[in-house]
């Protein structure tokens, strides 16, 4: 949901407008059983007509990791730099 609600705020959505569709998002998926990935374009399109088909990019599991892309976040380059540091700070023991 908070990839959703970023993603939002990047087409330039006021995050407390961001935070107020996605809630609606996550009432709808909830009530019809699914994973926010699993909603029609259509339906996410009638939360917010900023919603484009790149939105999967996001909501998808890879889309949420990689978005993290910062000192500390789970983008895979992230991860293998912090192990390749842990590994240094280990040799030098």
């Given amino acids: 949901a ?14 407390r407008d961001a935070h107020a569709v996605v809630g609606k998002v996550i009432r ?19 939360f917010s007509p900023h919603i484009q088909d790149d939105v999967y ?3 998808s599991l890879e889309g949420s990791i990689a978005a993290r892309d910062q000192v500390g976040g789970t983008a895979p380059q992230q991860v293998r730099e912090a192990i390749d540091r842990c590994r240094q700070r280990l040799a030098g023991r």
């Fill in 2 to 15: 908070t990839d959703l609600a970023d993603y939002l705020v990047r087409k330039g959505i006021p995050f």
């Fill in 28 to 46: 709808s998926a909830q009530d019809q059983g699914v994973d926010l990935d699993q909603l029609s374009l259509d339906v996410l399109r009638g």
């Fill in 57 to 59: 990019d996001v909501l």
